[in-house]
């Protein structure tokens, strides 16, 4: 899932210190899980917001509402009322929802309360790291299922670096050696002669940088075909 | 008139409600501002009650939990403490002050303890005074 975290109050104070209405939107999703932008943390934000505004004697209005999924047309089309009804929205979902709302709603100030981190999944409750950089070419299959570019710090494809120490990375000591977790796991399956396995150098244009990415599957479009 | 604090107080049904019972059960005399609020546990304490209460105008809020290790359901008073220092922070960022928050923890038997905390409490609130949002404040 992808994993975000609330913003200071102090800075979204500031964004949203101009207006007088605003619509606090959050998103059923990635977010809700992760606990940074779900119905109860709109809840909890406008709460503050007010409160902090109202110590201020410039009351704010919020209105409060969270969709299903903020990046989909179809979840944020139905709250057009909604959105028209403010003068601004603070979007609580991460950066792919906030400019879908920007996208949609070409002429409302959409302002992010969020900082999306990274994609990733909750280890522990409340305690959540990170899993996957979307490199664009997997490479668990060699690596026995623990990525060396989201995990390793400097993303070696044929690790560990002389840094790995005790199992722990130099970058800091709070952070697991990736590759000493692959080999470990990798000796445990019996399987260590993957590594012997050299990864080329690893193309980047899949993971950004051929610039922007974009899928697109011919067998799910709707629209009209030239043959 | 002098203020009085008007207090929510959150506790659970097991020694939480059991201590301000046995309060009354004693005849211990404790000031008579807290508006008592139970939950099956208070591991159902959420933040955004605590800010609700504050934003419906309490003066103050206090959680009245089991001792620590002697949760009914566990770890639910952990959470509860957890969930307390976090409102406390916000609380600080709104601008109320965390100091208007506070949890306490006793046993069913602790009537005498019970009164002391809303004491302590009803102190502390004279001191930082009434809630500033208290008039004239609609919430949507
Ligand atoms: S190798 Fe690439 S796609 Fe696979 S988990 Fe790692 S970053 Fe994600
Ligand atoms: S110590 Fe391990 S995780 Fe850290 S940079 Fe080196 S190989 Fe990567």
């Given amino acids: ?227 | 008139m002098e203020y009085q604090p008007e207090i929510t107080l959150f506790t659970c049904i097991y020694c939480g409600y059991m201590a301000a019972d046995t309060a009354g059960a004693l005849r211990i005399q404790y000031p008579p501002n807290t508006k008592l609020i139970r939950f099956p546990c208070t591991g159902k304490l959420d933040v955004r009650y605590i800010l609700e209460a504050f934003e419906k105008g309490a003066d103050g809020v206090m959680v009245v939990a089991c001792p620590i290790g002697n949760c009914h359901h566990f770890h639910g008073n952990v959470q509860a403490t957890r969930r307390v220092q976090y409102a406390k922070k916000l609380l600080d960022e709104i601008g109320l002050g965390g100091e208007r928050l506070e949890i306490f923890y006793m046993s069913g038997g602790q009537g005498g303890t019970f009164a002391n905390a809303v004491s302590t409490m009803v102190e502390r609130l004279k001191k930082i005074g009434p809630n500033p949002l208290k008039n004239g404040f609609k919430p949507k």
């Fill in chain 1, 1 to 227: 899932m992808i994993i975000a975290n609330r913003k200071p109050f102090e800075e979204i104070k500031a964004m949203v210190a101009p207006f007088n209405r605003i619509l606090i939107l959050g998103c059923g999703t990635c977010v809700t899980v992760d606990f940074s932008g779900g119905e109860k943390q709109v809840g909890i934000l406008a709460a503050e917001l007010r409160m902090a505004r109202q110590l201020e004697g410039k009351p704010l209005e919020t209105v409060e509402h969270t969709v299903q999924r903020q990046c989909e047309w179809e979840f944020i089309d139905p709250i057009a009322d909604m959105v028209r009804s403010v003068d601004a929205v603070l979007s609580m979902a991460c950066g792919v929802g906030v400019q879908a709302m920007a996208e949609r709603y070409p002429d409302k100030i959409v302002l992010p309360a969020l900082n999306t981190v990274m994609m990733g999944m909750p280890i522990e409750a409340g305690v959540f790291v990170e899993r996957c950089a979307g490199c664009g070419n997997c490479v668990l299959a060699l690596t026995g299922g623990i990525c060396p570019i989201a995990r390793c710090s400097k993303n070696l494809l044929n690790g560990p670096c002389g840094g790995s120490q005790n199992g722990k990375c130099e970058v800091n000591p709070e952070i697991d050696c990736a590759w000493h977790l692959i080999y470990e796991k990798l000796k445990a399956m019996g399987r260590l002669d993957a590594l012997m396995e050299i990864m080329g150098p690893k193309d980047w244009r899949p993971a950004g940088g051929g610039g922007p990415r974009k899928i697109v599957r011919e067998e799910e479009r709707l629209e009209f075909m030239e043959m």
